[in-house]
Every structure is written in structure tokens, then in C-alpha cells.
């Protein structure tokens, strides 16, 4: 009980509001969301590059004669 007491004379009247995602740094729910959309179409698109850079690589090249694969 002694630190719940502290906490609520040391914070005053923000007392039992949520706290900042990261201190000093306030982040809003929209900007927080919007990170996450776009993070994760980056993400998205990083794997789809690698699928595309390994087929062309692997088939496309060698099909065309670009060069050949070694064993």
C-alpha cells in the first residue's frame, strides 16, 4: 500500500490515467496504427521482392540464357 500511496502524491492528477507509450515521446492511437499498416505493407512487399529476386534467379535467368546455375 505504501507504493500505491507514493505513486499518487508523487503523480497528482494524472494519478490512474494511462501512461504515454514511450515517455517523452507522446504517440497517439491513429499514429501508433498507422505505423503498424504501413510496417507491416514494407514487410509485405520486402517478401514479395524476395520471391521475385529468387525466381529470376533460379528459372527466369537460366531459362533465358542469362546464365547457368552451377551444382
Keep these: 500500500m505504501g507504493e500505491s500511496r507514493r505513486?499518487?502524491?508523487?503523480?497528482?492528477?494524472?494519478?490512474?490515467?494511462?501512461?504515454p507509450v514511450m515517455r517523452g515521446i507522446p504517440i497517439s492511437k491513429e499514429t501508433a496504427a498507422k505505423f503498424v499498416?504501413?510496417?507491416?505493407r514494407g514487410a509485405w512487399a520486402g517478401i514479395i521482392l524476395m520471391v521475385a529476386a529468387w525466381l529470376t534467379i533460379r528459372?527466369?535467368?537460366?531459362?533465358?540464357g542469362w546464365w547457368t546455375l552451377t551444382n
Design 7 to 19: 505513486r499518487r502524491e508523487e503523480l497528482g492528477e494524472k494519478y490512474g490515467q494511462p501512461e
Design 37 to 40: 499498416t504501413w510496417s507491416s
Design 59 to 64: 528459372f527466369i535467368g537460366p531459362g533465358f
